[in-house]
């Protein structure tokens, strides 16, 4: 929860600070080294906020479903183990972009349709081929993204066929009072990062994908309990 409530204020940090003084100062220009900066730190708490979501899920389906064995399951060893592969393969994922973002060519000075550095936003302003990034980008969209979203789905699949199974009506109400609130800040993050990266639309609007983007950005993380 530590690690989960760092990545969520950090996460923000990385791109409202910047958005408020551009409002404030009516002056939305950023350095290539600040915008690839803002880039890694945006892609990196992004995986965390994934890959700790995911563990919280399996710790809700272990608390619901084995509740006689959570202590036992649930040790200190495999919290920091699943802690430690998060932090690991989202740095992995933050640099594997940004190294290939570095390798493209910007021909002049280009202006981002967002309020702040978008992978995908960037790599439409290159000169380069950027056919490369495309495919870790889909390759890194399975991986940190989708991946998780399936074993999210699966927890609580199972955590729903347990509750069934409960003949009080007091038990039920905890056990959604236990996941009730991460599932719903699951549902906004990924149902919003869903909307936006995996069912483009040519007819959306670039103030349709500021407004889910903020969605993701801002609102999930001030939610998150």
């Known amino acids: 929860l530590s690690h989960l409530a760092f990545s969520d204020v950090s996460f923000s940090s990385v791109i409202i ?12 220009s950023i350095l290539y080294a600040g915008c690839v900066t803002q880039m890694y730190f945006f892609i990196f708490f992004t995986d965390l906020d994934n890959f700790l979501l995911t563990s919280m899920a399996y ?20 919290c920091t183990l699943l802690v430690a592969i998060s932090w690991i393969l989202s740095c992995a994922s933050a640099l594997s972009h940004t190294l290939l973002l570095a390798q493209l060519s910007f021909c002049a000075d280009n202006a981002i349709p967002h309020f702040f550095c978008d ?7 290159s000169c380069s081929d950027t056919s490369l990034n495309e495919l870790v980008i889909f390759t890194a969209g ?13 927890s609580y699949g ?32 990924y149902g919003t990062i869903i909307w936006l990266y995996f069912f483009p639309s040519s007819s959306t609007s670039n103030d349709e994908n500021i407004i889910a983007s903020v969605m993701y950005t801002v609102v999930t993380p001030l939610l998150n309990p």
């Open 59 to 78: 710790d809700r389906y272990v608390a619901i479903c084995h509740p006689l064995h959570y202590m036992s399951i649930m040790r200190e060893g495999l």
């Open 142 to 154: 399975v991986a940190v993204i989708t991946l998780p979203l399936i074993c999210i789905l699966i």
């Open 17 to 28: 600070p910047k958005m408020l003084v551009n409002m404030h100062t009516q002056d939305q």
């Open 158 to 189: 199972r955590i729903g066929a347990t509750i069934l199974k409960v003949p009080s009506t007091k038990g039920i109400c905890k056990a959604f009072s236990t996941c009730g609130s991460h599932l719903s800040v699951v549902s906004l993050y």
């Open 119 to 125: 992978l995908g936003a960037i790599l439409k302003l």
